[in-house]
């Protein structure tokens, strides 16, 4: 479905004709989609250029442009990036994708299930965690029905990370959960393979980046995140409705 949102062609009818759906309802969430892609490629280019050198993508999806590991590499051709996805087809787009670049890899891996992520061979050998790590969960933590699943799987995957690492999230937030627009939504997912879609305060988002330092802007919907155009300064910070918000964390 966010392959669908974004334009591209890898998608199936369920998943095309489940968007339209979420289209109907929400008619900006194309544009939300594409707003969050160019959230994730302005804050992976910051880091990098703040000197991270690895870079673990969490629920990655299907390659597109301005991928995680052709911002990074664009700024050190060394960078590592690992990509985790849990869907078959995913990962055999990012592997042929990825056939001739040593310094990234694309494995299976379900968020639900953090610890054997971070165990996992790939993982092991590209990554050090003594050293600053970029984790990036991008729109997916709003599939995991359960607020206290969500909450351990961020801790499990901030426990490794040392001092200069870095946490970036997206994630579904609703100042009223019972929106008629965020329940219609919801409904929809209930279909789909997530089987959920959960809205969340922004209180319950912003306490996973506990102890963290915030880099400006802070927690804000996803367009508003270091804005391209003046339009968009302009707009300024609104959280009066739903929107993807995100931020991105660093360890001091």
């Known amino acids: 479905m966010y392959d669908y ?11 095309r004709e489940a ?14 989609a594409r707003d969050n892609r160019a959230f994730l490629g302005k804050a992976v280019r910051l880091m990098a250029e703040q000197g991270v050198r690895q870079f673990l993508d969490l629920g990655a999806g299907l390659p597109t442009q301005e991928n995680v590991h052709q911002v990074a590499q664009r700024v050190d051709p060394e960078a590592r990036v690992v990509y985790v996805d849990s869907d078959p087809i995913v990962l055999a787009h990012a592997r042929a994708l990825l056939a001739d670049n040593p310094h ?4 299976w891996g379900d968020i ?31 599939f995991v029905a359960d607020d206290r699943h969500v909450s351990d799987i961020v801790t499990t995957l901030r426990r490794p990370l040392t001092a200069g690492s870095h946490l ?23 279909s789909t393979r997530p089987g959920a879609l959960v809205a969340r305060s922004f209180e319950q988002i ?17 367009r508003s995140w270091r804005p391209d155009n003046e339009i968009d300064e302009l707009e300024g910070i ?7 918000i995100g931020a991105v964390g660093r360890l001091p």
């Open 5 to 15: 949102y974004l334009g591209g062609k890898d998608n199936f009818p369920a998943d």
């Open 19 to 32: 968007a339209e759906k979420i289209i109907a309802i929400v008619p900006e969430v194309r544009e939300t």
């Open 104 to 107: 990234t890899v694309a494995i």
């Open 112 to 142: 639900t299930d953090p610890e054997t992520i971070l165990k996992d061979p790939e993982v092991v050998e590209r990554l050090d965690f003594g050293r600053p790590t970029a984790v990036l969960v991008s729109a997916v933590l709003h």
């Open 168 to 190: 970036l999230i997206s994630h579904f937030y609703a100042p009223d959960l019972d929106d008629v627009k965020v329940l219609a939504g919801q409904q929809v997912y209930r």
């Open 206 to 222: 912003a306490a996973y980046f506990d102890g963290m330092t915030l880099l400006e802007p802070g927690l804000v919907p996803v």
């Open 238 to 244: 609104d959280l009066s409705r739903p929107a993807l």
